[in-house]
Protein backbone atom coordinates (compact mmCIF):
# COMPACT_ATOMS: atom_id res chain seq x y z
CA UNK A 1 0.00 0.00 0.00
CA UNK A 2 1.25 3.73 -1.09
CA UNK A 3 0.20 6.30 1.74
CA UNK A 4 0.53 10.04 1.04
CA UNK A 5 0.16 12.94 3.64
CA UNK A 6 -0.05 16.19 3.03
CA UNK A 7 1.06 19.29 5.30
CA UNK A 8 1.45 23.01 5.27
CA UNK A 9 -2.12 23.72 5.15
CA UNK A 10 -3.39 26.89 7.39
CA UNK A 11 -4.94 30.18 7.92
CA UNK A 12 -3.39 32.76 5.85
CA UNK A 13 -3.98 36.56 4.60
CA UNK A 14 -4.92 37.63 0.88
CA UNK A 15 -1.47 37.92 -0.48
CA UNK A 16 0.08 35.82 1.58
CA UNK A 17 2.37 32.50 1.20
CA UNK A 18 1.97 29.07 2.14
CA UNK A 19 4.16 25.70 1.13
CA UNK A 20 2.67 22.43 1.22
CA UNK A 21 4.34 19.31 1.43
CA UNK A 22 3.13 15.93 0.81
CA UNK A 23 5.16 12.84 1.72
CA UNK A 24 4.57 9.49 -0.01
CA UNK A 25 5.72 6.05 2.15
CA UNK A 26 4.88 2.59 1.93
CA UNK A 27 5.39 0.61 -1.33
CA UNK A 28 6.40 3.15 -4.17
CA UNK A 29 7.01 2.96 -7.52
CA UNK A 30 10.65 3.53 -9.54
CA UNK A 31 8.96 6.34 -11.40
CA UNK A 32 5.67 8.25 -10.50
CA UNK A 33 3.58 11.26 -10.92
CA UNK A 34 2.76 13.82 -8.20
CA UNK A 35 -0.36 16.08 -8.63
CA UNK A 36 -1.88 18.50 -6.83
CA UNK A 37 -5.97 19.45 -6.59
CA UNK A 38 -8.94 21.06 -4.39
CA UNK A 39 -12.19 21.04 -3.34
CA UNK A 40 -13.73 24.12 -1.82
CA UNK A 41 -16.97 23.92 -0.24
CA UNK A 42 -20.19 23.00 -2.42
CA UNK A 43 -17.49 22.90 -5.19
CA UNK A 44 -16.38 19.81 -7.01
CA UNK A 45 -12.70 18.69 -6.91
CA UNK A 46 -10.57 20.64 -9.02
CA UNK A 47 -7.14 20.28 -10.64
CA UNK A 48 -4.24 22.72 -9.37
CA UNK A 49 -0.87 21.33 -10.46
CA UNK A 50 1.07 18.29 -11.26
CA UNK A 51 4.67 17.40 -12.07
CA UNK A 52 6.50 14.41 -14.00
CA UNK A 53 8.77 12.09 -12.40
CA UNK A 54 12.19 13.81 -13.29
CA UNK A 55 10.15 17.46 -12.81
CA UNK A 56 10.61 18.42 -15.96
CA UNK A 57 7.13 18.90 -17.16
CA UNK A 58 4.51 20.35 -15.02
CA UNK A 59 0.64 21.54 -15.50
CA UNK A 60 -0.77 24.38 -13.62
CA UNK A 61 -4.43 25.52 -14.14
CA UNK A 62 -5.00 28.33 -15.70
CA UNK A 63 -6.26 30.02 -11.66
CA UNK A 64 -3.25 29.70 -9.90
CA UNK A 65 -0.47 30.22 -13.15
CA UNK A 66 2.27 32.34 -12.10
CA UNK A 67 1.01 32.25 -8.45
CA UNK A 68 2.02 28.74 -7.47
CA UNK A 69 5.02 26.08 -8.06
CA UNK A 70 5.42 22.90 -8.03
CA UNK A 71 8.60 20.92 -7.15
CA UNK A 72 9.53 17.37 -6.03
CA UNK A 73 12.35 15.91 -4.55
CA UNK A 74 12.44 12.06 -5.55
CA UNK A 75 15.17 11.25 -2.61
CA UNK A 76 12.35 12.04 0.14
CA UNK A 77 9.50 10.97 -2.12
CA UNK A 78 7.94 14.43 -1.32
CA UNK A 79 6.03 16.96 -3.74
CA UNK A 80 5.57 20.55 -3.00
CA UNK A 81 3.02 23.43 -3.86
CA UNK A 82 4.32 27.05 -3.08
CA UNK A 83 1.51 29.06 -3.11
CA UNK A 84 2.29 32.76 -3.66
CA UNK A 85 0.00 35.97 -3.28
CA UNK A 86 -2.79 33.78 -2.28
CA UNK A 87 -6.62 34.89 -2.70
CA UNK A 88 -9.58 34.00 -0.58
CA UNK A 89 -10.90 32.07 -3.80
CA UNK A 90 -7.82 29.70 -3.03
CA UNK A 91 -9.66 28.51 0.17
CA UNK A 92 -10.22 24.57 -0.14
CA UNK A 93 -9.22 21.26 0.91
CA UNK A 94 -6.09 20.27 -1.08
CA UNK A 95 -5.29 16.65 -1.57
CA UNK A 96 -2.13 15.22 -3.11
CA UNK A 97 -2.45 12.34 -5.74
CA UNK A 98 0.07 9.95 -7.38
CA UNK A 99 0.12 8.55 -10.84
CA UNK A 100 2.09 5.60 -11.50
CA UNK A 101 3.45 6.90 -14.63
CA UNK A 102 6.64 8.89 -15.73
CA UNK A 103 4.14 11.69 -17.44
CA UNK A 104 1.29 13.93 -15.91
CA UNK A 105 -2.04 14.55 -16.23
CA UNK A 106 -4.97 17.06 -15.47
CA UNK A 107 -7.68 14.65 -14.74
CA UNK A 108 -8.42 13.05 -11.20
CA UNK A 109 -9.15 9.79 -13.09
CA UNK A 110 -5.65 9.37 -13.62
CA UNK A 111 -4.53 9.46 -10.45
CA UNK A 112 -4.36 6.19 -8.32
CA UNK A 113 -3.44 6.94 -4.86
CA UNK A 114 -4.63 9.74 -2.46
CA UNK A 115 -3.74 11.72 0.70
CA UNK A 116 -6.24 12.78 3.19
CA UNK A 117 -6.15 16.56 2.48
CA UNK A 118 -4.82 19.70 3.86
CA UNK A 119 -6.97 22.99 4.78
CA UNK A 120 -5.85 25.81 3.36
CA UNK A 121 -7.57 29.31 4.38
CA UNK A 122 -7.25 32.73 2.94
CA UNK A 123 -8.67 35.90 4.72
CA UNK A 124 -9.60 39.36 3.16
Known amino acids: ?5 E ?10 SLRLSCAASGRTFSSYVMGWFRQAPGKEREFVSA ?12 SVKGRFTISRDNAKNTVYLQMNSLKPEDTAVYYCAMRSSYYPARSSY ?4 WGQGTQVTVSS
Open 1 to 5: QVQLV
Open 7 to 16: SGGGLVQAGG
Open 51 to 62: ISWSGGTTYYAD
Open 110 to 113: EYDY
